[in-house]
């Protein structure tokens, strides 16, 4: 049986880490983190770039020499298998994933595949390539708070929340955090997991609810707020993410679970309206100007009423907290957003128009 232990006295200098789904949102600035701070690992990213995967998000760092890039797809199981004997991976962060729930609704099956196919793939090929030795090995899997289901108005995620998926998206990565820690109970794989509540910052694909409001308010175009806007998330600056899953990696105890959230609830239609209000000062519009494109539209089926974290472990065990408030991140990604607009023109265009139809019709 696999036995609990510190992560942080494997530490080893010449670790080959396999980063996977570096070229999307949280995973581009995990990356930046790990090339820039350890400049004696090699760290390896994944990717198969789809619609989410962008290597512009990767520009500045390339060229590094602790730095590779491969484009493949997790759900190929002999090319994972492959990559994982000719590149001996010490240690595995796995981001890989279909992540927008709203797409999950319209294709399910896709998501399983990636999801939960793609995560096994990776878990195959740890495992066979591990099997003889585990020292130094590590499985780390990056989840997500939407596996615990919704809370009603009181309450917060621990990590001992019963799973309770309700969308196809969390289903799928709930799904994959069994199988991590099936594969530690049956073959002794070292692995942890953290499951983070949601995500805001540079870099985020405009499906999401802030680049996408960031983006229409830019080209006046109505805010779709789905169904009352009385629905509740956590929210953290991306990089004190990308900071706590470096702590995890290195000082979290194998087989554990952390929970990672910004004590920063929100309801939506608040959130909104700051947004508004800081846009309207960023782009020296009229006071209330932004705030008149808000549209109430069908609401998402099976809408999680609402998450929050309670991120006590971490902090207490790891002595992580978020670094940034929620006005000086969201100021910050407004800015970046507003000072980025060729990579803003680069992904609306295209199929993110014909996606963007088809949801919001
Ligand atoms: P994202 O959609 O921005 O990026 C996903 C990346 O995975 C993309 O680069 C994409 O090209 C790649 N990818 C997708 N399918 C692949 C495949 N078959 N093979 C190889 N690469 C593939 O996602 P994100 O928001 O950065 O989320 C990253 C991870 O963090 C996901 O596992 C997600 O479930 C989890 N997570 C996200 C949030 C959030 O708020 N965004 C919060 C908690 C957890
Ligand atoms: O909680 C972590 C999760 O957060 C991650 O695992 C997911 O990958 C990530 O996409 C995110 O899921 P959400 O569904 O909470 O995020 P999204 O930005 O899609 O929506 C946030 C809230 O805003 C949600 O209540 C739905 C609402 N919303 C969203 C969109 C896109 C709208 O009202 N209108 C919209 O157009």
Redesign the pocket.
């Known amino acids: 049986m696999l036995k609990k232990e510190s992560i942080a006295s494997k530490y080893n200098p010449m670790n080959n880490i396999l980063l ?8 581009s600035h995990v990356v930046r983190l790990l090339v820039a701070k350890y400049h004696d690992y090699k760290i390896f990213n ?5 619609y ?2 962008n290597l512009e998000n990767l520009r500045d760092i390339e060229d590094k020499e602790n730095y590779c890039f491969i484009k ?4 190929n199981t002999a090319e994972i298998d492959a990559l994982f004997q000719k590149h001996q991976f010490d240690q595995v962060v796995h ?6 729930v709203d797409r999950s609704i319209t294709d399910p099956i896709g998501f399983a595949k ?1 999801n939960i196919i ?1 995560t096994l793939n990776l878990l195959e090929a740890s495992k066979k390539l591990w099997a003889s030795n585990y020292d130094g090995k590590l499985f780390y899997h ?4 939407e596996v615990y289901g919704t809370l009603g108005k009181e309450g917060l995620f621990t990590e001992t929340t019963p799973y309770d998926p309700n969308s196809p998206y969390s289903a799928s ?1 709930a799904g994959s955090d069994h199988f991590v820690r099936a594969y530690g109970e049956t073959y002794g794989l070292p692995f942890v997991i953290s499951n ?4 805001y910052g540079p870099n ?2 405009p499906e ?1 609810l802030i680049p996408l409001f960031i983006n229409n308010i830019i080209e006046n175009k109505p805010l779709p707020v789905y169904g009352d806007g009385n629905y509740t998330r956590d929210w953290l600056y991306v990089l004190d993410h990308a900071k706590a899953i470096d702590l995890i990696l290195h000082k979290g105890k194998v087989k554990e679970t952390y929970n990672i959230g910004g004590f920063n609830e929100w309801k939506n239609i608040d959130l909104v309206k700051l947004l508004c209000a800081q846009m309207d000062v960023k782009l020296e519009r009229a006071k209330g100007s932004s705030e008149k494109l808000i549209t109430y539209v069908k609401d998402r089926p099976g809408h999680d009423l609402r998450y929050a974290i309670d991120a006590s472990k971490i902090n207490t065990e790891l002595g992580w907290e978020p670094s940034v408030t929620f006005e000086q991140g969201l100021s910050r990604t407004i800015d970046w957003y507003l000072g980025n607009s060729e990579w803003l023109n680069h992904v609306t265009t295209g199929t993110y128009q014909e996606y963007y139809e088809k949801q919001y019709q």
Do not use: P, R
């Open positions: 996977t789904g570096g070229a999307g949102f949280i995973g994944l990717d198969n770039l789809t989410a995967g493949a797809d997790i759900t981001l890989a994933a279909e992540s927008h990636t793609g990056i989840s997500t708070d990565k983070c509540s949601n995500n985020q694909f999401k």
